[in-house]
């Protein structure tokens, strides 16, 4: 069982750097921001998780001290590099809760990047050291911003095709998470999970249902699947009784939606041959939907032959727009090989062939959970102002061999101008500061529940009107 030592929670050189700031120094600010990367917004997502597991309430204690001094000792050698006099005047004067105000946007807002998201100040003249201490845990708050940025990306991308080719009225459920095994713990999947959930409404990571319950106030499930096949259900039956194994399927789950891993052998003639003769009558009959999932191949390609196959065994119509929707007692979903790229290339290809976006849905797995990192959108966290010997002096650093990390200076605040966009500006200057204080001396000031998390990051196209 991981436990909780805030002394701990942090890279091992902040323990030295209490020694390192200008003599006198008695306040560091600091802001976290993304500076560019992959994408132009940011969805903010994932600090009050952080908050509430971390550093809410009485975090420092007697015991947790002589822990990480004696780590510490041990770890460096040197028994006076851990600031113990600094922690336990947190422990004395404070109660054991963290001297420090955070300010943050609202969960869920969409800003474009280069935009302060948090900012962190200690409260108490002493615990200047403290701010930046606390970067390391902070900063993974990066995780939970890249993939709902990423999810709400890739959700404006099928947008697009359903508006072009069928009902964007479809678009919730259209990319599914199937990353709780590809990413490096429950912890990484509950966050994942529940960052994609912001953006659409299917899952199969189960424990981020929970999560969202436990960090974001609601009793309330937010995440939705359906039963489905996998390979050892289909492939137990033997390959002379594939067909077996399929109308098992259908007659388990009688009614409503139901998907069916259908490559184990040979994608086309279970398409062709299997659903679309020998079981054609039992989906045609069916209460629901059948969703055949192909999970092998070149996306692009196989999906488009497969819903071919089915649209000519099983039937289509075309709709107003023009374009081909299968009968609405089967449909695909496409779980291989599926990312931001191959998304948009299988979308690409069925339109132009002729199908509908409706036809298709996705399931996503490390691509979604996994196959980013804090560099997706280079996230930062840097010191922007502190005060030493009772003046206040603008902090930043501007290297010349990267523009890019070049970090702002003094104390901000986040605006929204007359269109509705976020700008950071200096605190003195014009404008509701949207920066709302959510943490100060070891209590959450500021709390959303994930309907609020939802409300905020409505998506915004063209003329910056939601859907």
Known sequence: MIHNNIML?????????????????????????SRGGRFDDVTFFGLQYLLKNYLQ????????????EKLYAQHFGQPELFYKEGWQYILSKHGGKLPIKIKAVAEGAVLPVHNALITVENTDPACYWLTN????????????????????????????????????????????????RGVSSVESASIGCAAHLVNFKGTDTVAGLSFIQDFY???DVFGFSIPAAEHSTITSWGKENEAKAYAN???????????????????YNACEKLWGEELKSKILSREGTLVVRPDSGEPKEVVLKVISILGEKIGYTTNAKGYKVLDPHIRVIQGDGVNYESIGEILETLKSNGWSADNIAFGMGGALLQKLDRDTQKFAFKCSCAVVGGVEREVFKDPITDQGKRSKRGRLKVIKDAAGVYKTVGLNEAGEDQLQTVFENGE???QYTFEEIIENSKLWYGKRQAI
């Open 133 to 180: 201490f606390l970067e390391t845990l902070l900063v993974q708050v990066w995780y939970g911003c890249t993939v709902a940025t990423q999810s709400r990306e890739i959700k404006k991308l099928i947008w697009k095709y359903l508006d072009e080719t069928g009902d964007v009225g479809l678009v919730d459920f259209k990319l599914h998470d199937f990353g709780f």
């Open 444 to 446: 959450l000031k500021r």
């Open 9 to 33: 929670l942090t890279d091992s050189y902040k323990i030295s750097h209490y020694k390192q700031y200008p003599a006198n120094t008695t306040q560091i600010y600091s802001y976290f921001e």
């Open 249 to 267: 399927m259908l007659t388990q789950y009688s009614k409503g939606l139901v998907a069916v891993v259908s490559d184990s052998y040979d994608i």
């Open 217 to 219: 106030n609601t009793k």
């Open 57 to 68: 309430g009485v975090v420092v204690t007697q015991q947790k001290i002589d822990e990480a």
